[in-house]
C-alpha cells in the first residue's frame, strides 16, 4: 500500500502509552489527528509530525479509523459522549472506534449498548485493550487483545496489526467485552506479582539479604518472574525511574475487584493487593514509581544488610523464593479461574499471559495443570515432582519467619491461608497432591 | 475458712493483669509473694500489702500455690526454668502451678512434658488463661478457661474461683492444652473485632459521618460488639486511656496464626489482621492503645464530618453497619471451625464467648447455627430471615464504596471474598442461603 493510500486516523488520549502508539503510527506514515486535554503534549505531538485538533469531535470528524487511548472509563465516557464537543457527534458513518483503554467489561458492553441506543449503531467498535509498557508502544509491538464482531474486527485488524508485535495480536472470541476480559485476568498476574515484588525484596531486607544479589539470584531460578524482573531494578535504584505509578495498578486492580464483586466470583489475592495500594495512596505515595511499594515492609526497619555466610544466605533466599512461589501459584490459580469464569480459552489466556507482564516460571509450569484441572483431565491423583504441600511447606517458612520479624507478608500470608484451606478441604491430606490442587478453591 | 486458714501464694508477673490479680487475693486475705523483673512493680505490690521476692526461685519456694502471670511463653519458659534462679528448683513437692498467661497450645503441652521430663510430674500444672481485661482483674472477676488433669483442677479451684466471676470459670475438657486452646479460639473474634472497630469508624469517617453519633448508632443496633463497645469510646478521646497497646493483640494473634500453621488450619481473617497490626510495628505504633490503629485507615484524609441529611446518614451508616457485621459473620465462622478444629465443646465456647470481649451481636444470634451446621443438624436449606445472599450484598455496598473513597478495608475485603468463595461452592446462588453456610469454607 503506497504512504498515501494509508488511512487517516484519529488518537484521543495522549499520555504514555498513547503517545507512543499514536507517533509510531505516524512513523508508519498515517496522517495521525491526535488529541488530548493536556496541551503540552499536543505540542510535543506536532513536533512528533501528528496533527491535533481541540475538541473530541474535531479529531474524529471525517476520519474512518478512530483509537481512544484514554487512562480510564469515566474519561472514555466523557471524550465519546460528554462535554460541547463530545466525538460521538462527528463520528463518520461506519467508523471503527478501537477502545484501547483498560476498562471493565461491563463498561466497553455498555459503550456499545449505548451507541446502538444512540442510533449509532453502524459504528465498528472494537474492545482492544493493550499490555507492554510505554517502549513497546512506542516500538509498534504491544500485546493486544481484541474482541468485537467480525466486521469490526476484519475492518480494524491492519491497525491492530501495526500497533502490536505479530506474535502477540490475540482475537478473542466473545464478542464485545472478551478483549477486556482477557486483560483483567492478564492483570491478576500482573497486580498481584507487582506487589510481590516489593514484598520479596522487602523481606529480604529485614532478612539482612543484599538486594542486588537477591534479586540475581531469584532471577535465575524457579521463582522468576517478569515483573520481579522489571520492579526489582528500580528497587535497586530507588524507584527511579517512575516507569509506572501506583494509582495505575491500583486502577486495574480496581476493575479485576469490582468485575468480580459484579459476578460474584472471589479474588482474594488481587483483593488483598488491592488493599495495599490502597493504603499507600493515604500515605501520599500513589503517584510515585509502583516499584516504591517496598516502602510499606521496610520502614522502621535499621540496619539493612547483615553479615551472613553462604550457609546462611542460601537459606536465607530459600525463604524469600519460598515466598515468592507461593503467592505466584495463587495468583496463577486466581488468573485462571477468574478466566474460567469469564468463559475464555484458557489456552489462548496461557499463550497470552508466559509472553506478557504477568508471566512467571511458576505460572508457565503449573498453568497448563490447572488448564488441565479445570477441563477434568487431572486424572493423577500423585503429584508428580514438587507437591502442593512442598510449596506450602516453604512458603510458612517464610511466613514464620516474617512473624519473628515482626513484618507483614500480607500476599504470603493470603496465599498461605489459601493454600490451607485448599487442603482442608481434601480428605486425605497426607497424600502429596499435585501444586494444580490450589484452584479447587476457586472452581469444583 | 478462717483468714489465716488460707494458703500462702507465690504470684509471677505483676504486669496489669497479674497486679491486679494478685492484689485481689492480697484483699482476700492470701499471703501473697510476687516476683517481678521491674522493681517498682515490687515496690507498689508492697504497699498493697504483698510480699516480694528477688527471684522466681524465692517467690515459690515452700509454697504450694504458684500463679504465673507473665507476658509470654518465652517469659514462662525463663522464670520456671532459667537463669540463675529459676522457680523449678524451688518448686514443692506436689505444688499446683497455674499458668495464667496466654501460650499457645503447643507451649503449655511442652511445658507439661519439660516437667515429667526433668522428673517434676508431681506438679500439679493448670493451663488456666484468663480474658477480661485489668478492672474485672482487680475485682476478680475475670474469665478463666481452665484445663489439666483432674488432680490439677480439684487442688487449684478454690483459686481459680477467687480469680474469676461465679458464672465465668469454665473448666475445659482436653487436659493442659485445652484452657489454651479455648483462649485463642476466643481471641480469634478479639483479634478480628479490635481492627474492625478502626475499620468501621475509619470508614464512617471517610463517608463523612460524626464517629460520636456513628458509634451510639452502631452499639445500638445489630451490628454491636463488645469491642466496639469498649475501643470505640477510646477512639473518641484520641486513643487515651492506652488501655491495651497493639503489640499485645498482635501477640496473641501470632499465637492463632502460628497454632493454625502448626496445625494446617487456615485463619484468613486473623491473618489479615495480624498483617495489619504488624504493619503499625513498622511506623512505630506498637506501644499506642489499639484503638489508634483507625489512623492506618484515615491517614490522608482532610475533611471529616459533611453536613449530611438524615436520609443520607440513614445510608452511609447502613453501609458501616453492613462492612462490620459482614466481618463479624466471617470472624465468628473462622472462630468456631478453629474451635472444632482443637475439638473443643462448642456449646461451652459459645457460652465462654457471648459473655467475653469476643462477644457481638452477630456471633450471638449466627453462632448457634454454625454450630448446629458443625453437628449436621442444618437441615433447612432455606434461609430463615437474613440469608448469607443478604450480608453479602450490604458488606459488598461497604466495599464498592470504600474503593471509590479509594481507602482499604482489610477485614471487609477479606471477609467479601470468602463469602464469594462460599457461594462459588454452592451449586445453586439463587436460592437464599442460611448465614451459617460461611463456615463452609473452614470446614466441610
Redesign the interface.
Known amino acids: 500500500m503506497a504512504v498515501s493510500a494509508k488511512p487517516e486516523i484519529a488518537f484521543i488520549g495522549l499520555g504514555a502509552m498513547g503517545f507512543g502508539m499514536a507517533t509510531h503510527l505516524v512513523k508508519q506514515g498515517y496522517a495521525v489527528t491526535g488529541f488530548d486535554v493536556w496541551p503540552p503534549t499536543l505540542e510535543r505531538f506536532r513536533a512528533a509530525g501528528g496533527n491535533t485538533a481541540s475538541t473530541p469531535a474535531e479529531a474524529v470528524r471525517g476520519r474512518d479509523y478512530v483509537i481512544c487511548m484514554v487512562a480510564t472509563a469515566a474519561q472514555a465516557q466523557s471524550v465519546l459522549f460528554e462535554g460541547e464537543h463530545p466525538a460521538l457527534a462527528a463520528l463518520s458513518e461506519g467508523a471503527s472506534l478501537l477502545l484501547c483503554s483498560t476498562v471493565p467489561c461491563a463498561y466497553v458492553q455498555n459503550l456499545e449498548a449505548q451507541l446502538v441506543e444512540k442510533g449509532r449503531g453502524d459504528v465498528l467498535l472494537v474492545d482492544s485493550p493493550v499490555s507492554g509498557g510505554a517502549t513497546r508502544a512506542a516500538d509498534g509491538t504491544l500485546s493486544i487483545m481484541a474482541g468485537g464482531s467480525d466486521k469490526a474486527l476484519e475492518k480494524g485488524r491492519f491497525l491492530l496489526q501495526e500497533l502490536s508485535d505479530t506474535s502477540k495480536l490475540y482475537i478473542v472470541a466473545g464478542g464485545i467485552g472478551a478483549g477486556s476480559n482477557m486483560k483483567m485476568v492478564h492483570q491478576v498476574l500482573a497486580a498481584v506479582k507487582i506487589l510481590a515484588t516489593s514484598e520479596g525484596l522487602g523481606f529480604a531486607q529485614h532478612l539482612g539479604l543484599d538486594l542486588g544479589y537477591t534479586y540475581e539470584s531469584i532471577q535465575n531460578s524457579n521463582a522468576s518472574a517478569w515483573m520481579f524482573g522489571h520492579r526489582g531494578p528500580r528497587i535497586l535504584s530507588e524507584f527511579k525511574p517512575i516507569a509506572s505509578a501506583i494509582i495505575i495498578i491500583?486502577k486495574d486492580a480496581?476493575i479485576i475487584?469490582?468485575e468480580?464483586?459484579r459476578v460474584?466470583?472471589?479474588?482474594?489475592m488481587t483483593?488483598?493487593a488491592?488493599?495495599?495500594y490502597?493504603?499507600s495512596?493515604?500515605?501520599?505515595y500513589g503517584a510515585d514509581d509502583d516499584s516504591s511499594l517496598i516502602r510499606?515492609?521496610?520502614?522502621?526497619?535499621k540496619d539493612s544488610v547483615s553479615v551472613l555466610n553462604e550457609d546462611d544466605k542460601a537459606k536465607k533466599l530459600a525463604l524469600v523464593q519460598g515466598l515468592l512461589r507461593g503467592i505466584y501459584l495463587c495468583g496463577t490459580a486466581e488468573s485462571l479461574a477468574f478466566a474460567k469464569r469469564c468463559q475464555l480459552d484458557l489456552d489462548q489466556v496461557y499463550d497470552l499471559c508466559i509472553n506478557a507482564a504477568g508471566g512467571s516460571k511458576v505460572f508457565e509450569t503449573v498453568g497448563p495443570e490447572i488448564i488441565d484441572l479445570f477441563r477434568g483431565k487431572q486424572t493423577v491423583t500423585e503429584a508428580k515432582g514438587e507437591s502442593l504441600q512442598d510449596v506450602a511447606t516453604q512458603l510458612?517458612e517464610a511466613?514464620?519467619e516474617?512473624?519473628r520479624l515482626?513484618?507483614?507478608?500480607?500476599l504470603g500470608?493470603?496465599a498461605?491461608?489459601?493454600i490451607?484451606?485448599a487442603?482442608?478441604?481434601t480428605p486425605d491430606?497426607a497424600e502429596p497432591l499435585p501444586r494444580a490442587t490450589i484452584a479447587k478453591?476457586?472452581?469444583?
Do not use: C, D
Request: glycine residues 12%.
Open positions: 491500583l480496581g475487584t469490582s468480580a464483586l460474584g466470583f472471589s479474588t482474594p483483593g488483598t488491592e488493599q495495599v490502597l493504603s495512596i493515604g500515605r501520599g510499606l515492609y521496610t520502614e522502621g526497619l510458612q511466613v514464620a516474617a512473624q515482626k513484618m507483614p507478608l500480607y500470608t493470603e498461605s491461608n489459601l490451607r484451606l487442603l482442608q478441604h491430606q478453591v476457586w472452581a469444583v
